[in-house]
């Protein structure tokens, strides 16, 4: 038998009140988050590098970066398909989609979030609810920089807030409607596609709804688990086999190329600090949660004598009356908020101990919303209950020095530039990365692949392409102060052999080139040899692998002398990376995303994703040679002893 429920009190005089406060407040925060994200919009380089998959496929090419090569340089799958289908859809300018879509999903995210934590405190019906947590989100920079950065930042978030609300509605409802429950399922299902990580989130929210009490319906508690499960699994799953057999890897390339499994736990704590110190992001947590713990036991329902359920004396039946209670509970708002908490603390674990990123503040976003998504709202006084009446109640007093200390808080953090160093990139790795592009571009706001022309290196790049019809192997020199285009071994056929540029930044590159112009980068986001090469130690973060040029050489097959090859390359490891690349197994790996895809092959490649996944090659070519026990090249000539 439940306790009886806390007494409300009289209701309000002005009934109307509560529900324009709480309307008030959540569209305040909606217009002030837009309007910030606004002011700082722009497209990261990174967020080019979607929108270059995504012209693959309006293309006709496929999910791939580079035609004819099958690799996964998005890590959200979903993400890249969000932003196809709005582009399909309206035929607008990509950049223009990509933006539109970001600035909505973000703004939408802390709407649907607030929403859920009013039903949470108890909805307008006897509290004055105010935004608190939401103002708190809002006001960090980096929560405002990524609302349009067009990378997946805000579907995450999106993600989250719908999860948020879907299951607090069903942890309220005693009678659960099939439609809405399974509806929640699979939007938990969605979890690995909306980022590999947040698995960890989906899998627990799936879990709880899996061991709740089985609401009634026609089909038998088995068969409603089982059909539970169908639904959480058909996309997933079915994207998991696509994936594993179209690219020959159990998850995104990306996560070989930054080694997701790694451990930098010093790196994750700088980058934690690097976040949580400039803002005193602290305090606001702080405040929040003795907010909410008042609030908590103030409501809290009194104990009534007799409510006691008898406990059996039977031991089989005590535990299933264990498992039933254990049961009844996960059916509860307080079980959701465990949840959505627990999943914020276990992604700041996993987020740190990867050693976090190279953009201030990107990454541990979602982890701050999900630690606040139970306090977005707080009430200004508690539920009435008859023991608040009879004391005076200091609660309503509390919460608004709370809420002003807050708002002093976010006058403070809006306004906190955390990185100074403007281009310059720390010994940390970690750089402010809006800021960086917006100097290094001279633009406030680039949006257009067109706008990053204006980054060094990048006209020229185009310049260079176009003075070599022959195609090539374009590298950026060392000193990063022009290109060298080498060329392709004559005879040429007619038209060219097409380029290769082997560039860092991918975005603004492949974004300002034809489709038929291969990109691929040392650090190994769309090319297979240098995801799969051994990390840097010391590296920086999300860039600690870093192939040297002489494998590119190589690969593509252009001339490997000098002159005609730029002269920072020397001819021996150019060889020697030749004969590294006759490997069996390196072979084998690179046919997986370049031979054909046949039916033999997608089979070959489902069999053999978690193998190549985990498969490495030695960085330095000589050492990959004794890897594979292959012999050294010949010397290659007294002419060119380099």
């Given at each position: 038998?439940?306790?009886?429920?806390?007494?409300?009190?009289?209701?309000?005089?002005?009934?109307?009140?509560?529900?324009?406060?709480?309307?008030?407040?959540?569209?305040?925060?909606?217009?002030?988050?837009?309007?910030?994200?606004?002011?700082?919009?722009?497209?990261?380089?990174?967020?080019?590098?979607?929108?270059?998959?995504?012209?693959?496929?309006?293309?006709?090419?496929?999910?791939?970066?580079?035609?004819?090569?099958?690799?996964?340089?998005?890590?959200?799958?979903?993400?890249?398909?969000?932003?196809?289908?709005?582009?399909?859809?309206?035929?607008?300018?990509?950049?223009?989609?990509?933006?539109?879509?970001?600035?909505?999903?973000?703004?939408?995210?802390?709407?649907?979030?607030?929403?859920?934590?009013?039903?949470?405190?108890?909805?307008?019906?006897?509290?004055?609810?105010?935004?608190?947590?939401?103002?708190?989100?809002?006001?960090?920079?980096?929560?405002?920089?990524?609302?349009?950065?067009?990378?997946?930042?805000?579907?995450?978030?999106?993600?989250?807030?719908?999860?948020?609300?879907?299951?607090?509605?069903?942890?309220?409802?005693?009678?659960?409607?099939?439609?809405?429950?399974?509806?929640?399922?699979?939007?938990?299902?969605?979890?690995?596609?909306?980022?590999?990580?947040?698995?960890?989130?989906?899998?627990?929210?799936?879990?709880?709804?899996?061991?709740?009490?089985?609401?009634?319906?026609?089909?038998?508690?088995?068969?409603?688990?089982?059909?539970?499960?169908?639904?959480?699994?058909?996309?997933?799953?079915?994207?998991?086999?696509?994936?594993?057999?179209?690219?020959?890897?159990?998850?995104?390339?990306?996560?070989?190329?930054?080694?997701?499994?790694?451990?930098?736990?010093?790196?994750?704590?700088?980058?934690?600090?690097?976040?949580?110190?400039?803002?005193?992001?602290?305090?606001?947590?702080?405040?929040?949660?003795?907010?909410?713990?008042?609030?908590?036991?103030?409501?809290?329902?009194?104990?009534?004598?007799?409510?006691?359920?008898?406990?059996?004396?039977?031991?089989?039946?005590?535990?299933?009356?264990?498992?039933?209670?254990?049961?009844?509970?996960?059916?509860?708002?307080?079980?959701?908020?465990?949840?959505?908490?627990?999943?914020?603390?276990?992604?700041?674990?996993?987020?740190?101990?990867?050693?976090?990123?190279?953009?201030?503040?990107?990454?541990l976003l979602p982890q701050l919303f999900c630690l606040l998504l139970p306090v977005m709202v707080l009430p200004l006084r508690p539920v009435a209950t008859a023991a608040v009446r009879r004391r005076a109640d200091w609660t309503a007093t509390a919460a608004l020095v709370a809420l002003s200390a807050i708002i002093g808080w976010a006058l403070f953090a809006a306004n906190t530039t955390a990185i100074t160093s403007g281009t310059e990139i720390r010994?940390?790795?970690?750089?402010?990365?809006?800021?960086?592009?917006?100097?290094?571009?001279?633009?406030?706001?680039?949006?257009?692949?067109?706008?990053?022309?204006?980054?060094?290196?990048?006209?020229?790049?185009?310049?260079?392409?176009?003075?070599?019809?022959?195609?090539?192997?374009?590298?950026?020199?060392?000193?990063?102060?022009?290109?060298?285009?080498?060329?392709?071994?004559?005879?040429?056929?007619?038209?060219?052999?097409?380029?290769?540029?082997?560039?860092?930044?991918?975005?603004?590159?492949?974004?300002?080139?034809?489709?038929?112009?291969?990109?691929?980068?040392?650090?190994?986001?769309?090319?297979?040899?240098?995801?799969?090469?051994?990390?840097?130690?010391?590296?920086?973060?999300?860039?600690?692998?870093?192939?040297?040029?002489?494998?590119?050489?190589?690969?593509?097959?252009?001339?490997?002398?000098?002159?005609?090859?730029?002269?920072?390359?020397?001819?021996?490891?150019?060889?020697?990376?030749?004969?590294?690349?006759?490997?069996?197994?390196?072979?084998?790996?690179?046919?997986?995303?370049?031979?054909?895809?046949?039916?033999?092959?997608?089979?070959?490649?489902?069999?053999?994703?978690?193998?190549?996944?985990?498969?490495?090659?030695?960085?330095?070519?000589?050492?990959?040679?004794?890897?594979?026990?292959?012999?050294?090249?010949?010397?290659?000539?007294?002419?060119?002893?380099?």
């Amino acid at each position: 038998m439940r306790a009886p429920l806390p007494d409300p009190g009289p209701a309000p005089s002005r009934p109307w009140q509560p529900g324009v406060l709480l309307g008030a407040g959540i569209a305040l925060t909606a217009v002030l988050f837009a309007a910030g994200a606004w002011q700082r919009r722009w497209i990261a380089d990174d967020g080019l590098i979607v929108l270059r998959t995504v012209r693959n496929l309006l293309a006709g090419h496929g999910p791939v970066f580079n035609m004819n090569e099958r690799v996964e340089t998005n890590t959200s799958a979903a993400w890249t398909y969000v932003v196809w289908f709005f582009s399909w859809l309206t035929g607008l300018r990509l950049e223009y989609v990509v933006l539109g879509i970001s600035l909505t999903l973000s703004v939408a995210a802390i709407v649907i979030a607030m929403l859920g934590a009013a039903r949470l405190w108890g909805g307008t019906t006897s509290a004055l609810l105010a935004p608190a947590g939401a103002i708190v989100y809002i006001a960090l920079p980096p929560a405002r920089d990524y609302a349009s950065s067009g990378l997946e930042s805000c579907l995450v978030l999106f993600w989250l807030a719908v999860l948020w609300w879907s299951m607090l509605r069903w942890s309220q409802t005693d009678t659960v409607r099939p439609a809405a429950f399974f509806a929640t399922v699979f939007w938990a299902g969605l979890a690995p596609l909306i980022r590999p990580e947040l698995a960890m989130v989906g899998g627990l929210a799936l879990l709880t709804l899996f061991c709740a009490p089985v609401p009634r319906t026609r089909l038998r508690p088995w068969r409603f688990r089982a059909a539970t499960v169908a639904v959480a699994g058909a996309v997933p799953v079915g994207y998991q086999i696509w994936r594993m057999g179209y690219y020959g890897l159990p998850y995104p390339n990306t996560a070989v190329a930054k080694e997701a499994s790694g451990a930098k736990w010093e790196q994750g704590l700088i980058y934690l600090g690097d976040l949580a110190v400039p803002y005193w992001l602290w305090l606001p947590l702080v405040l929040l949660a003795g907010w909410a713990a008042v609030l908590r036991w103030r409501r809290r329902a009194p104990h009534v004598a007799g409510t006691e359920a008898s406990v059996p004396t039977d031991r089989t039946a005590l535990s299933r009356a264990r498992i039933d209670e254990f049961s009844r509970r996960l059916h509860s708002p307080a079980a959701v908020v465990v949840l959505l908490v627990g999943s914020g603390i276990l992604l700041t674990v996993y987020e740190t101990r990867v050693g976090g990123d190279f953009m201030h503040g990107r990454m541990l976003l979602p982890q701050l919303f999900c630690l606040l998504l139970p306090v977005m709202v707080l009430p200004l006084r508690p539920v009435a209950t008859a023991a608040v009446r009879r004391r005076a109640d200091w609660t309503a007093t509390a919460a608004l020095v709370a809420l002003s200390a807050i708002i002093g808080w976010a006058l403070f953090a809006a306004n906190t530039t955390a990185i100074t160093s403007g281009t310059e990139i720390r010994a940390t790795g970690i750089v402010d990365e809006r800021i960086y592009y917006v100097l290094l571009s001279g633009h406030d706001h680039p949006i257009r692949a067109e706008d990053y022309l204006d980054f060094p290196r990048m006209r020229p790049l185009i310049n260079d392409l176009a003075e070599t019809p022959n195609g090539g192997l374009a590298i950026n020199l060392p000193d990063q102060t022009y290109w060298y285009v080498i060329p392709p071994p004559e005879p040429v056929p007619a038209g060219g052999t097409g380029h290769t540029v082997y560039f860092l930044n991918l975005g603004m590159s492949s974004m300002n080139v034809p489709l038929d112009v291969r990109v691929i980068d040392p650090v190994g986001l769309a090319y297979p040899v240098a995801a799969h090469s051994d990390r840097l130690t010391d590296g920086r973060i999300g860039h600690d692998k870093n192939l040297d040029a002489s494998w590119a050489v190589a690969d593509t097959g252009v001339v490997a002398l000098h002159p005609w090859m730029a002269a920072h390359i020397r001819v021996l490891h150019v060889e020697q990376a030749r004969q590294a690349l006759s490997c069996p197994q390196t072979q084998d790996l690179l046919a997986s995303s370049r031979a054909p895809l046949t039916f033999t092959r997608f089979r070959n490649n489902l069999r053999q994703a978690f193998g190549f996944a985990s498969t490495r090659i030695e960085r330095i070519a000589k050492y990959d040679l004794q890897r594979c026990d292959l012999p050294e090249p010949p010397f290659p000539g007294p002419y060119y002893p380099n």
